[in-house]
């Protein structure tokens, strides 16, 4: 105590010690050796390090279709969850009064049901037999033998459903922060509730419309999950091919190099979409919240 | 003139077909509201009704016949006790772990002025916004190369590390409303700084670190990727269940999923109603 008294500087970085050292070592380490394994060339379970890029090549130009399906999966439920979510946190903001934490509570309560549950329910609900498909086919927009399972539309949706949380969550706070008056101006000054909407209400959830979308197509991009229980092999994204390189297959520099791929094609696709959306408004989000 | 005279013209009937444009739009927002909410429920309610059917085979996917059977003996298929004990094990040492750990890193970015501060938000915030796949990946490119053997404790580790940034962000959000001046009018009546801390510190973040604590256990519980990568021989809940939608689906895991669902939401129910409660009595 008496030293702490004497060095006070030191404080901070002794609260940050014992956190940040199990980051490095058990975060920034790994990735580290990711990128090792990455460079390795051989057959399990014997992998030689030897700079080995040729591996980044042979990853994109063997699994560029499972990539290019991964984005379009993870951007197709991005969007869907953004309709779905966009109204729902600005009725609980704007609407739900005294209540507002009992709906943003349920709104969460599904997701406190295992992920994989979660989706064994959906193989059920989009089953052959199903009441959806039997809707569907009822109406003439499936065909006699029409399935949703092991489609696309299949693995989509539950892409969708299981990533909702991140998308519901930054929009509500985002929506709920927004001070009433400054709508209320918009309106007296004789703009329409759209026009107060479209100038004034939207561009300032925008923060949270860009939190929610990334918070939303990252683990999107990277799920294996719903491809497997709702789809086939040929709804397999870059996560699949990951995850059997190197559990089923053991081809560990592969599926390192795939990884890397992943992060760094996730990276450019956040730089991008963070400049198409504005700098400053994602760095005014880095340092509010 | 002629525009000025139309304008005053047409707002009565532009304002009375503006009303009822509200009117349909205030109720299309709670329909589509209630239909979210609808969309949001739907497989949680299949999952509960499934926990009471009495399947023909080996899948629970069609209903069969309504009974009780399954909650009777909810471990009753080999291996899923032990699983459920597993997750229940990990996710209380890990999230205990990281709850101290993160707590820790939340004092320290918000109570004190240090070099490096950008940094350390960068390695806190960079956790969070990986594929979960990739981190996996890399922990267990890590255990190979270090010739460490995957089971209990790899699972901890691998938890502990992921737990930490939500941690660290929850508390957060509660010390940045924190009054510092009650702890100044405590160092004033003699308190020295350690006895300021536990009794006038500790106690107001308390609701943030068990809101962290809490969603901590939550993630570790529900996490799946992660563990898959790291778990070696071992068996927590979900990859049971993840073992189990390849070969057979017992119904079982219904009853389970069910339980897990109850208490988390019970718990968090009780809360926001005690909050609820408190702000309408302070206010």
Do not use: C
């Not at chain 2, 890193?105 to 938000?121: P, S």
């Not at chain 2, 107001?204 to 529900?222: C, E, K, R």
């Not at chain 2, 996490?223 to 898959?228: A, E, G, K, Q």
């Not at chain 2, 895991?253 to 669902?261: A, E, M, R, S």
């Amino acid at each position: 105590m008496a030293f702490l008294h004497r060095h006070r500087w030191l404080t901070p970085y002794l609260l940050l010690l014992p956190g940040l050292a199990w980051l490095v070592v058990f975060f920034l380490v790994p990735m580290g050796y990711l990128g090792k394994t990455s460079l390795e060339k051989g057959l399990f379970p014997i992998f030689t390090f030897q700079w080995a890029w040729s591996n980044f090549h042979d990853a994109i130009s063997l699994y560029h279709v499972q990539f290019v399906r991964s984005a379009e999966y993870a951007g197709a439920a991005t969007v869907i969850a953004l309709a779905i979510s966009y109204p729902l946190a600005y009725w609980i903001a704007f609407r739900g009064g005294r209540w507002k934490n009992l709906f943003l509570l349920l709104v969460i309560a599904p997701f406190f049901v295992t992920y994989l549950i979660r989706t064994l329910a959906w193989e059920t609900i989009l089953s052959d037999d199903g009441v959806v498909v039997g809707t569907l086919r009822h109406l003439g927009i499936l065909g006699s033998d029409g399935r949703l399972l092991a489609t696309s539309v299949a693995v989509i949706a539950g892409i969708t459903y299981n990533f909702l949380p991140f998308m519901v969550l930054p929009l509500y706070v985002s929506l709920e922060q927004i001070d009433a008056r400054l709508i209320e101006a918009a309106q007296d000054l004789y703009a329409s509730k759209a026009r107060a909407f479209l100038r004034v209400t939207l561009p300032l959830s925008l923060p949270g419309v860009f939190a929610g979308t990334l918070l939303t197509f990252i683990p999107a991009a990277g799920d294996f999950i719903n491809a497997q229980l709702l789809g086939t092999p040929r709804q397999y994204m870059i996560g699949n091919v990951i995850q059997s390189q190197f559990l089923a297959v053991r081809d560990y520099p592969s599926a390192a190099s795939l990884s890397f791929v992943l992060m760094a094609a996730i990276l450019i696709a956040v730089l991008v979409y963070a400049r198409a959306l504005g700098t400053e408004r994602m760095t005014g989000m880095a340092a509010g919240r | 003139m002629t525009s000025a005279a139309a304008t005053v013209a047409a707002r009565p009937r532009g304002r009375a077909g503006w009303r009822a444009l509200a009117f349909v739009r205030r109720n299309l927002l709670n329909v589509y509201a209630l239909l979210a909410l609808g969309y949001l429920f739907l497989p949680i309610a299949i999952v509960i009704a499934f926990s009471f059917n009495n399947p023909a085979g080996r899948f629970n996917y069609t209903w069969q016949g309504f009974t009780f059977k399954n909650w009777t003996s909810p471990f009753g298929f080999p291996g899923l006790r032990d699983s459920v004990v597993l997750s229940i094990e990990i996710a209380l040492l890990s999230s205990l772990v990281a709850t101290a750990l993160g707590t820790l890193i939340a004092l320290a970015l918000v109570r004190y002025g240090f070099r490096g501060r950008g940094l350390v938000n960068l390695l806190i915030f960079v956790p969070m916004a990986t594929p979960e796949i990739v981190m996996g990946a890399s922990l267990l490119a890590l255990f190979v190369s270090w010739h460490y053997a995957q089971g209990f404790m790899t699972i901890l580790i691998a938890h502990i590390m992921f737990n930490i940034s939500y941690v660290v962000v929850t508390v957060k959000a509660r010390l940045v409303g924190f009054d510092r001046h009650l702890e100044e009018a405590a160092m004033d009546l003699g308190a020295n700084e350690w006895t300021t801390f536990q009794k006038v510190t500790l106690p107001l973040i308390m609701p943030g670190i068990l809101a962290g604590g809490l969603l901590a256990f939550a993630l570790s519980v529900d996490d799946f990727v992660i563990t898959y990568f790291n778990a070696g021989p071992k068996t927590t809940f979900p990859l049971f269940v993840w073992g189990a939608a390849r070969v057979a689906v017992p119904p079982q895991i219904n009853v389970i999923g069910t339980l897990i669902f109850v208490v988390a939401v019970g718990g968090m129910l009780v809360n926001v109603l005690f909050q609820n409660r408190r702000a309408r009595s302070a206010a």
